[in-house]
Structures are given as structure tokens and as C-alpha cells.
């Protein structure tokens, strides 16, 4: 089994909104990564957890704020957008965070900023 | 620096094989990837190599790898409207953990 899930599948959100993303794997995997796509582009990575501690941030802004509660589990909270925010954002997971380790990404979620 | 380079487009007939092609430029050890998204979905992993390989073939996939041109290709053989999709290629390399470096990403057209 190599399922990552994501939550909500879309979301539509104001500027002055607060909501949150969440990821999921039950593979064991210890290293999990946040990345943003905009529409034809390739994903830009944000953040990696490695057991369940930041390793990367990709000087993201700090309107976006991740969350490593457990081991299967991470979110991406998000507060004051702005309409560039827009994009599909996905999650993905590694067994460890080794270039020799195959990262499986989930099936993201469409964020939408009016 | 790395940097991954793929063509934008491709445009084969159903039942015929697909060539996409992706130029990377580090040189040290390194796995390369092929993942496959499709409208509005996630990327699925197709298939990887290392670099000290030349080929991997798994059923209709085929990943070529020329290291001394850095170059890869996946071809799809017997191509199916079903895998109509954008493919990126990517890197990961020894000195930076597990980071991949995308390639543009070629969206391939299946006509039937």
C-alpha cells in the first residue's frame, strides 16, 4: 500500500479565513513534505518533516504553518492568504529522508483564496 | 547547480509508442524519476532508475538512461488515450537528502 490521503479534495477560502490541510499515510514513512503547484508548473516544495521535526522550510511565508502531530499525520495551516495562494497543494512521504528513499505523493487539495 | 530540462509537448496516435525525453545535469550518484499527474490529480510514481543503470523496463515502460549525455527517456509502448497526461521527470541527489529537482513537465496527448 503507497496511499497518501488529503483533505479536504477543494477548499474555497477568504483572505481572513483560517483552515487547515491534512495529510495522512499509515506506511511507516518518517519523512512527509509539503509542495505548492500553480497551473503547468512542477511542484515547488515548502516543507519537510523528518520524524516529526521541521528539517526544511523553503522560506515559505509565514501565513502558511505546518503541523507534525504524529507520525502519520501532517497539516498545513493557513491563515490571512492572499489570491496568489491559489494552487493545488500536495503532500508527500518518504520512507526516510535519503535520496535513495521514493517520495509518493497524495492527491492534493485545490485551494482557492477570493 | 542542478537543473532538469523536459519538452512541453507530445502528440502520438493511439497504439503507437511515446518517447519523452528529460536532460538533468548533476553528475554525481543520483535517482531519477518519472511521475505522471493527471487533471486536477496527484503525481503517481511510474518508475525510477539509479544512476548506475542504463535501462529499466516494466510492462509498457521503458526508462532508457545515457550518463555519459545525462540524458532520460521513458517510452510508453502500445500508448493509450488513458495516458494522456502531463509526465515530469525528477532528481534526487546524494548532497542534498531527499530533494527533487522537477523537470517542466511534457504533456503527453494521446489521439484515438
Known amino acids: 500500500d503507497t496511499e497518501v490521503t488529503q483533505t479536504p479534495k477543494h477548499l474555497v477560502m477568504g483572505m481572513t479565513n483560517k483552515k487547515s490541510l491534512k495529510c495522512e499515510q499509515h506506511?511507516?514513512?518518517?519523512?512527509m513534505y509539503w509542495y505548492k503547484q500553480k497551473a503547468k508548473k512542477p511542484p515547488e516544495l515548502m516543507f519537510v518533516y523528518s520524524y516529526e521535526k521541521l528539517s526544511i522550510n523553503e522560506s515559505v511565508p509565514s501565513r502558511f504553518s505546518p503541523e507534525c502531530p504524529n507520525s502519520s499525520l501532517l497539516n498545513l495551516h493557513l491563515h490571512a492568504l492572499q489570491p496568489e495562494d491559489s494552487a493545488l497543494y500536495l503532500c508527500?512521504?518518504?520512507?526516510?529522508?535519503?535520496?535513495?528513499?521514493?517520495?509518493?505523493f497524495g492527491p492534493g487539495t485545490r485551494l482557492t483564496v477570493l | 547547480g542542478e537543473d532538469v530540462e523536459q519538452s512541453l509537448f507530445l502528440s502520438v496516435r493511439e497504439g503507437d509508442s511515446s518517447v519523452i525525453n528529460c536532460t538533468y545535469t548533476?553528475?554525481?550518484?543520483?535517482?531519477l524519476y518519472w511521475y505522471k499527474q493527471e487533471p486536477g490529480a496527484g503525481l503517481q510514481l511510474l518508475t525510477y532508475?539509479?544512476?548506475?543503470?542504463d535501462m529499466k523496463q516494466d510492462q509498457r515502460l521503458t526508462v532508457l538512461l545515457n550518463k555519459k549525455d545525462k540524458h532520460l527517456s521513458l517510452r510508453i509502448a502500445d500508448t493509450q488515450t488513458g495516458d494522456s497526461a502531463i509526465y515530469f521527470c525528477?532528481?534526487?541527489?546524494?548532497?542534498?537528502?531527499?530533494?527533487?529537482?522537477f523537470g517542466g513537465g511534457t504533456r503527453l496527448m494521446v489521439k484515438p
Open positions: 548533476d553528475s554525481s550518484s543520483t535517482y
Open positions: 506506511m511507516g514513512h518518517r519523512a
Open positions: 532508475i539509479f544512476s548506475n543503470m
Open positions: 525528477a532528481e534526487s541527489t546524494g548532497d542534498a537528502g531527499n530533494m527533487l529537482t
Open positions: 508527500a512521504s518518504s520512507q526516510d529522508f535519503s535520496y535513495t528513499d521514493t517520495q509518493y
